[in-house]
């Protein structure tokens, strides 16, 4: 008999070419697999797993929340198969919890939304960190920031930030929160909330955020005016270093109704090791 179970992956992105299996590089989830087919019969092929995730992050993204879902022999309790494969992940990848669920469980059915951290620096950067967030020149202004933030909230076409667009039916999302957090003067958290992004959609959103500061014009009132800066922050990407995905969350865990309203509760700490304060 095979048991459904559903883990929450912690991984830092710098060595892997993102999350999804790509040919010639190594990703989050073949590296996943190798450990999960490392405790199985030898006779167990990719079928045999039933694989389902939540995100493909991007080359160097890194992730808090990665929820997978897979299937394993039920002689293996959750504890005991958390510990083995976790004996057999290399040191920048952790699966932090693993529940079994109903084997007819579907991740994909169950995702409310995501929160995504993206963090900035400003200032020289630093080659110890140049992996985990962007080093930018400019001195942010924070209210113009704010500014920007608050206009990514609501339902809006979300094309202007995002790669690959024919490759959906609709490119409109809602952000519930996008705010900065400071965590240094020179530190920021671009913190947002959504029920589902679009490619590259946070990198473009922060690069268009830097492009504003740099330009040192005044953020707009409307969202539709921010695309109105004439410059190359409409092909500007951020680098996927700085980029977390902190939290996915899912009706079986969060209520359905409330989840959007609930402070952000994770990130902050995984972050703070890095800072004085």
Same mark, same amino acid.
């Given at each position: 008999m095979w048991q459904r179970r559903l883990i929450s992956l912690s991984y830092q992105g710098t060595a892997y070419s993102g999350f999804s299996s790509s040919p010639n590089c190594?990703?989050?989830?073949?590296?996943?697999?190798?450990?999960?087919?490392?405790?199985?019969?030898?006779?167990?092929?990719?079928?045999?797993?039933?694989?389902?995730?939540? =995100?493909?992050?991007?080359?160097?993204?890194?992730?808090?929340?990665?929820?997978? =879902?897979?299937?394993?022999?039920?002689?293996?309790?959750?504890?005991?198969?958390?510990?083995?494969?976790?004996?057999?992940?290399?040191?920048?990848?952790k699966i932090v919890n693993m529940v079994s669920v109903d084997n007819s469980f579907v991740l994909r059915d169950v995702v409310l939304g995501k929160d995504y951290y993206y963090w900035l620096s400003f200032g020289p950067r630093d080659p110890f960190f140049s992996s985990l967030r962007w080093s930018i020149p400019c001195i942010g202004n924070l209210d113009s920031a704010q500014q920007y933030c608050s206009l990514l909230v609501g339902e809006h076409d979300f094309s202007y930030f995002a790669k690959n667009m024919k490759q959906y039916k609709s490119t409109v999302c809602r952000i519930y929160k996008a705010e900065i957090r400071v965590i240094e003067q020179d530190q920021w958290l671009l913190q947002i909330r959504g029920n589902r992004f679009l490619h590259h959609m946070i990198r473009f959103i922060t690069g268009f955020l830097y492009a504003w500061l740099k330009s040192k014009k005044p953020i707009p009132n409307?969202?539709?005016?921010?695309?109105?800066?004439?410059?190359?922050? =409409? =092909?500007?990407?951020?680098?996927?270093?700085?980029?977390?995905?902190?939290k996915t969350w899912l009706s079986t865990e969060s209520d359905p109704l409330t989840w959007h309203l609930s402070p952000y509760d994770r990130g902050t700490e995984f972050l703070s090791h890095f800072f004085s304060s």
């Amino acid at each position: 008999m095979w048991q459904r179970r559903l883990i929450s992956l912690s991984y830092q992105g710098t060595a892997y070419s993102g999350f999804s299996s790509s040919p010639n590089c190594i990703t989050v989830k073949d590296t996943l697999y190798h450990s999960i087919f490392s405790i199985l019969p030898k006779a167990t092929t990719a079928e045999n797993l039933g694989f389902q995730y939540s =995100s493909r992050t991007d080359k160097g993204v890194h992730a808090l929340d990665q929820k997978c =879902s897979f299937l394993l022999p039920s002689y293996f309790s959750d504890i005991k198969a958390m510990q083995l494969l976790n004996e057999r992940l290399p040191g920048d990848m952790k699966i932090v919890n693993m529940v079994s669920v109903d084997n007819s469980f579907v991740l994909r059915d169950v995702v409310l939304g995501k929160d995504y951290y993206y963090w900035l620096s400003f200032g020289p950067r630093d080659p110890f960190f140049s992996s985990l967030r962007w080093s930018i020149p400019c001195i942010g202004n924070l209210d113009s920031a704010q500014q920007y933030c608050s206009l990514l909230v609501g339902e809006h076409d979300f094309s202007y930030f995002a790669k690959n667009m024919k490759q959906y039916k609709s490119t409109v999302c809602r952000i519930y929160k996008a705010e900065i957090r400071v965590i240094e003067q020179d530190q920021w958290l671009l913190q947002i909330r959504g029920n589902r992004f679009l490619h590259h959609m946070i990198r473009f959103i922060t690069g268009f955020l830097y492009a504003w500061l740099k330009s040192k014009k005044p953020i707009p009132n409307r969202y539709e005016d921010l695309f109105t800066l004439t410059c190359q922050a =409409s =092909s500007l990407l951020a680098p996927g270093g700085g980029l977390y995905l902190v939290k996915t969350w899912l009706s079986t865990e969060s209520d359905p109704l409330t989840w959007h309203l609930s402070p952000y509760d994770r990130g902050t700490e995984f972050l703070s090791h890095f800072f004085s304060s």
